[in-house]
């Protein structure tokens, strides 16, 4: 019988691995090992090049952002002939970067959202960057978003640099706000004024907005509106019960006119865009989505407003943050370098103009060309009010939000009282606090 | 009419209906099975900002050639390179996993000795604990191999598969025994007789298990997510998933036509898989 | 008495030895990346552990905790009400597919084995997707469907009692088609002459079935319902998916769709709670370890008689 074909298959597998695996570990520079196991191989000679390994959210990594960071990588390997940046888009970053602290397999720079702040702090491989930050000149610390910096450096310690925010916006379908006899250019006042819009929407046939209580991360935003700040004081939250019991007020008012598909669900989006739903709660990344609907079909019309508070002062809203850190080890100098070149504005103004993300650089951000884009102005503005997703560099685990969700569901279906159901949800989120 | 003709013709009805019922049954699974591929191909087959949930059908070729092209040519993290790579890494995989795991299913199918059963259920209880928590001890012990972006660290790991192992005992156990004795009558050695006797008839679990593994590598997201610091070497899986982030800006027909594409070369593996297999193992005797 | 026991010894080597040898490629690989992670994670269950840090011995805290709280009941809840609709049916319907495309003709058989196997290749990010479509309350292929049939307002995403029947049915129609495939394998690996011999014999259809491919497929029969069980204990994927949850809000309403693997990723990666974690896998593990054996141990029996 014929030679077995696999046989065959697999030597040849074998070989060409064993040459891909020769060329795959030249390749790579060895994992970064604390400075601790190989001092001398690490230490940076004035006339070597050290390779600052970065580590970034992998969307950043395709199409136009992909393409910025590489003119960014090169305009500084040019300016800083000793240093090189490798580029490391990466999907969970933050889960990777715990798999492998205990193997020293961990980046050199890297991006991460705020609310993930106190993991990493954690993991004790961060760099307090402070004395660097101290030597740089007034200028460049006077350009960072001052409450977003006031939150990187607890106590002395600056954990790094302010990047890009997000906040939630409320776009709105104008031809269903026409249709219920609501003139969109009105605006809307506050929860009283929506609640009254929302019943109009409701009468004319339309769904007002999609389920709002899938989500705490949609809760949280209402809290915001009735004036609830994120915070966490000797492992308690701050969360005042007023504004909790005010937001659930309002949702078990919403509840009537919510259609019982969820906010976050597709079929939701093409409801709005399909002149269906009238309201959609979400952030600026939807907008391409709806740039993109407009253009199918040129009878769509939606606009996007700061979500409604309490009052007429106040506006709702999650909203969030990303930071750039640097490890401890031989390459934090360097490596603080390369956060420092990103955050700058020269850098962080493009990426707010091409890109359209908010940043917390107050001098990118007034840059004519950036103030250009509404949506980009409008999140800026959001990220002033609302609710912050996350306590910030404090205990805060990531399943934190699920008590607001467990409040808005029991308002919402099982008629609960919102200020019984408020009491419960601070009482389940200081469990969660403290680490139960 | 008489009562046989009457009687043969309610046969021959019969005969149709129960061939129309099967046809039905039969095609009504293809549908149910194929229709998500098919909805996402309509999805990208459409105009950019149509209602993604209402699209049943393509609508417009061009927009959907366009989308697979600006898949295709991204000049960060490109799916065709990545493909090469997962390519590779799949099929060192399977070879590995097919020889390894055969190798102890013939055991284990067809001899005893001591301990035996004890082995299955040690090798069976690997089904048994979920990747979430032995991610850290694996990816240690690759680190300690330096097996950081490498190939055999994507593709050694997951190779001794206890539920290839597991086909190929219960396929092997279906055997039958008179012609591993004729085997050793004839002076066959043991390894002789899995290579000589066995695998020759095993076609079907080959091509099952080569099959389900080569799907299953290109589709593993948690641990080349760890052991891949290089985005050169990236997998098929990370690429796509790179498109579609939580807060990404990218839009959700774009992201269909990342993940259609990415599915694209496992469906044709598996075409090439079935003919190629099939034809390479005698069958003999077998229904195949 | 050393000459006695040297040659015991090398009798069982020269009688088992060749066993073992063969056994080595396998069990070499899985020592070095199974059974070491799974060891260390018993042995992390014992104790306090993020991750990062040295763990620290807290005996069997980690279980007496776990096993208290709401999470663990609801989702060992949810997976037993997903196991018992899953296993059988998914074999059953399985089987019954299996048998009817025995009937075609190679070629069509051949068509119907590829196509029916799309659901295993499909990436799950994608069918999931899109079966959240089609479940959507009200406008969702599904639901109109059953409207039509006159079964309304059934809230497959959002209403605790059904969402566990949703994440049943996803997954059943990707289990169909693996089983599917090994249950066509097996009955393609049917000797022809067992049927030509019955056929001779006048055996009807039915009979043939029932008397010979069931029997002959009787291995990877028991194959397909023991790594069903085992599969349906573990599943993360289509739940996680189709409640669209994320390490910050997970499981969908009431918890409708947690499932326990979904609680053991969201411990150790979500709240950095590695030992919590591995006392859950290690509950899981015991438990399935258990079906297991009484399967191996009653198809022994059966075996047997």
Redesign the interface.
């Given at each position: 019988?014929k030679r077995?074909?696999?046989y065959f298959?697999?030597v040849v597998?074998?070989v060409?691995?064993g040459m891909?695996?020769g060329c795959?570990?030249r390749?790579?520079p060895a994992?970064q090992t604390p400075a601790a196991t190989q001092p001398d191989a690490k230490q940076p000679d004035a006339a070597e090049a050290v390779t600052v390994?970065f580590?970034t959210?992998?969307?950043w990594?395709?199409?136009d952002a992909?393409?910025l960071f590489?003119t960014f990588v090169a305009e500084f390997e040019a300016a800083n002939p000793d240093i090189k940046v490798k580029?490391?888009?990466?999907?969970?970053l933050e889960?990777?970067i715990?798999?492998?602290?205990?193997?020293?397999?961990y980046?050199d720079a890297f991006t991460v959202a705020f609310n993930q702040g106190d993991?990493f702090l954690?993991?004790?491989i961060v760099a307090d960057v402070a004395p660097y930050y101290n030597a740089m000149p007034a200028d460049f610390k006077k350009q960072f978003n001052p409450g977003w910096m006031q939150a990187l450096s607890p106590d002395g310690r600056v954990w790094g640099l302010p990047f890009t925010a997000?906040a939630q916006v409320l776009y709105r379908n104008t031809n269903v706000l026409r249709d219920a006899g609501i003139d969109p250019a009105a605006g809307i006042k506050d929860w009283e004024d929506w609640l009254a819009q929302m019943a109009q929407i409701d009468a004319a046939g339309y769904s007002a907005i999609g389920?709002l209580?899938?989500?705490?991360?949609f809760v949280m935003g209402f809290v915001g509106g009735a004036g609830g700040k994120n915070g966490v004081a000797n492992g308690e939250t701050t969360v005042s019960a007023d504004a909790l019991t005010q937001a659930l007020t309002f949702f078990q008012q919403m509840q009537p006119y919510a259609s019982?598909?969820?906010n976050?669900?597709?079929?939701a989006?093409?409801?709005f865009?399909?002149d269906e739903m009238a309201f959609h709660i979400m952030?600026p990344?939807a907008n391409?989505?709806f740039?993109?609907?407009?253009?199918?079909?040129p009878a769509f019309e939606y606009d996007y407003v700061l979500i409604p508070g309490a009052t007429a002062s106040q506006f709702g809203g999650t909203n969030g943050g990303e930071w750039i850190g640097v490890t401890q080890g031989p390459r934090a100098e360097a490596a603080f370098k390369w956060a420092a070149f990103l955050a700058d504005a020269a850098q962080t103004r493009r990426f707010a103009a091409i890109?359209g993300r908010t940043v917390l650089n107050d001098v990118a951000m007034a840059d004519p060309e950036v103030q250009k884009n509404d949506l980009n102005v409008l999140t800026a503005k959001a990220t002033n009010y609302g609710f912050a997703?996350a306590a910030y560099f404090t205990f805060w685990?990531?399943?934190a939000?699920?008590p607001f969700?467990t409040a808005a569901?029991a308002v919402s279906f099982d008629g609960e009282s919102p200020a019984a159901a408020a009491q419960a949800a601070i009482a389940e989120l200081n469990q969660v606090l403290a680490g139960q | 009419m008489t009562s046989s003709t009457r009687a043969r013709i309610s046969w021959r009805s019969r005969q149709w209906f129960s061939l129309a019922v099967r046809w039905l049954l039969a095609i009504f699974w293809v549908i149910v099975a194929v229709f998500p591929l098919w909805y996402t191909f309509s999805v990208v087959f459409s105009?950019?900002?149509?209602?993604?949930?209402?699209q049943f059908f393509p609508s417009s070729f061009n927009a959907g050639m366009q989308k697979v092209g600006a898949v295709l040519t991204?000049?960060?993290?490109n799916i065709v390179t990545a493909s090469g790579v997962t390519f590779?890494y799949a099929?060192?995989q399977v070879?590995?996993m097919?020889?390894v795991t055969s190798l102890a299913a013939f055991e284990f199918a067809l001899f005893d000795f001591p301990g035996k059963n004890v082995l299955f259920m040690l090798a069976l209880s690997s089904l048994m604990m979920p990747a979430a928590v032995t991610?850290?001890p694996l990816?240690?012990i690759a680190?300690k191999l330096?097996w950081?972006?490498?190939?055999?660290g994507l593709?050694v790991p997951g190779m001794a598969s206890a539920l290839a192992l597991f086909i190929f005992r219960q396929f092997m156990e279906g055997l039958p025994r008179e012609l591993i004795d004729a085997g050793s009558i004839d002076g066959a050695s043991h390894f002789g007789i899995y290579?000589?006797i066995i695998?020759?008839l095993s076609g079907n679990a080959?091509l099952t298990v080569a099959v389900w593994a080569f799907v299953n590598a290109w589709a593993n997201y948690i641990w080349p997510?760890?052991i891949l610091?290089?985005?050169?070497?990236y997998t098929v899986s990370?690429v796509a998933?790179?498109?579609v982030?939580q807060?990404?800006?990218?839009?959700?027909?774009f992201a269909m036509a990342t993940y259609l594409i990415s599915a694209i070369p496992p469906i044709v593996i598996y075409v090439f898989l079935q003919r190629y297999i099939i034809q390479?193992f005698?069958t003999t005797g077998l229904k195949g | 008495m050393k000459n006695l026991s040297d040659s015991k010894v090398a009798l069982f080597l020269s009688r088992y030895a060749k066993h073992y040898v063969l056994l080595l490629p396998f069990f070499i690989l899985f020592a070095a990346f199974y059974l070491y992670p799974l060891i260390y994670s018993i042995v992390i269950s014992l104790t306090k552990w993020?991750?990062?840090?040295p763990p620290e011995f807290i005996d069997i805290q980690n279980y007496t905790r776990i096993v208290g709280t709401p999470r663990f009941s609801t989702s060992m809840t949810n997976l037993g009400r997903f196991v018992l609709i899953v296993v059988p049916v998914g074999v059953t319907l399985a089987l019954l597919l299996a048998l009817l495309v025995d009937r075609f003709t190679p070629r069509w058989q051949k068509f119907f084995r590829g196509m029916y196997f799309f659901p295993v290749i499909i990436p799950m990010f994608l069918s999931a997707?899109i079966f959240?479509?089609l479940l959507?309350?009200?406008?969702?292929m599904i639901p109109i469907a059953l409207e039509v049939l006159g079964i309304g307002g059934i809230?497959w995403?959002?209403d605790p009692t059904y969402m566990v029947p949703a994440v049943a049915l996803v997954d059943m129609w990707r289990a169909i088609g693996f089983n599917f495939l090994l249950l066509f394998a097996g009955i393609k690996a049917i000797p022809l002459e067992y049927f030509e011999a019955a056929q001779v014999d006048g055996a009807s259809r039915f009979q043939q079935i029932i008397h010979i491919t069931i029997p002959q497929l009787e291995p990877v029969l028991f194959l397909v319902v023991v790594n069903g069980f085992i599969g349906a204990l573990q599943t993360f994927d289509i739940p996680w998916l189709l409640s669209?949850s994320t390490?910050?809000?997970?499981g969908?309403?009431?918890n409708g769709m947690l499932f326990p693997v979904m609680e053991i990723y969201?411990s150790a990666?979500?709240?950095?709670d590695f030992g919590g974690a591995s006392a859950f896998a290690v509950i899981l593990l015991a438990i399935t370890l258990v079906i297991t054996a009484i399967q191996f141990a009653w198809r022994s029996k059966r075996l047997a008689d």
């Open positions: 019988m077995h074909p696999i298959v697999l597998l074998l060409v691995s891909l695996a795959g570990t390749a790579t994992p390994e580590w959210f992998p969307d990594g395709v199409g992909g393409d590489k580029f490391v888009p990466k999907a969970d889960q990777a715990i798999a492998g602290a205990g193997s020293g397999v980046p993991t954690k993991t004790g997000y389920d209580t899938t989500d705490g991360w019982d598909i969820g976050g669900d597709q079929a989006v093409d409801m865009t399909s952030g990344w391409p989505g740039q993109d609907a407009q253009k199918a079909n890109l997703d685990p990531l399943d939000r699920v969700k569901e | 105009p950019p900002g149509v209602p993604v949930t209402r991204q000049t960060n993290l590779l099929a060192l070879a590995g097919v020889f991610l850290i990816f240690q680190i330096s950081l972006n490498t190939l055999q593709a290579r000589r695998m020759p080959v997510l760890v610091t290089d985005p050169t070497m990370l998933a790179a498109q982030g807060r990404s800006w990218t839009t959700v027909d390479g005698s | 993020d991750g990062i840090r997707a959240r479509y959507t309350p009200r406008v969702g809230n995403l959002n669209l390490f910050v809000n997970y969908g309403r009431r969201i990666w979500g709240r950095q």
